[in-house]
């Protein structure tokens, strides 16, 4: 699923993400991706793939990162109003106006914004606006080998597979951008 331009209305393409753990190989090949196109510093990672159990036992890899989520609740919590919404729906932080509080980081249930100590701010995913606006997918998207990791528009991916999965926060408060595709998955 390629991003696509916005008709010729002035609105952009929101877009969201469409997990399928049962076809991620633990490759880590979104992390390697993300970390070179976006110049990550050591001991930082945007996107990163983390092993979970489910209730039932079964082991979880989950190739987590910000999920730009519709009611993102480290932008209510910023008392410097660094974090807002892009043209394409993604939350983004502007490290000219974050003063490092951390409470971004205290306040998401995904764990996405990270403390960059070099810099004294934090960071995290920006799907690879660049790239959008270039026509192509986030860096992290391209590289996935077996397609476990899909970048689509948003009005698609919200139609497709569930909201919740076992360890993933409730997406009640948060209404997080992604999707998983569970159809064959062990509970």
């Known amino acids: 699923m390629a991003p696509r331009r916005a008709q010729e209305s002035n609105t ?13 190989i633990e490759c880590r090949a979104c992390e390697v991706a993300c ?6 510093p050591t001991g930082l990672r945007y996107r990163q793939v983390r092993i979970h159990e489910s209730a039932a036992g079964n082991v ?17 919590v910023c008392p410097a109003r660094a974090i807002s919404r892009d043209a394409h729906g993604a939350v983004q932080i502007d490290t000219s106006k974050c003063y490092g509080c951390r409470q971004c980081a205290a306040f998401c249930p995904y764990q996405a914004p990270q403390w960059n100590e070099r810099l004294r701010v934090m960071q995290k995913c920006t799907q690879c606006p660049d790239r959008l606006e270039a ?5 992290c998207a391209t590289l996935c080998p077996t397609g476990a990791l899909q970048f689509a528009p948003w009005d698609e991916v ?9 360890h993933f926060s409730n997406p009640a408060g948060t209404l997080p951008r ?10």
Request: net charge positive.
């Open 60 to 76: 979880l890899p989950l190739a987590g990162a910000c999920n730009h989520c519709d009611n993102a609740w480290c932008m209510k």
């Open 158 to 166: 919200k139609t497709k597979g569930s909201a919740r999965i076992d």
């Open 135 to 139: 026509g192509e997918q986030p860096a």
């Open 12 to 24: 952009m393409q929101s877009y969201g993400w469409l997990l399928d753990p049962k076809r991620c």
């Open 178 to 187: 992604i999707r998983f595709i569970t159809q064959g998955f062990p509970g």
């Open 35 to 40: 970390k070179q196109w976006n110049q990550v």
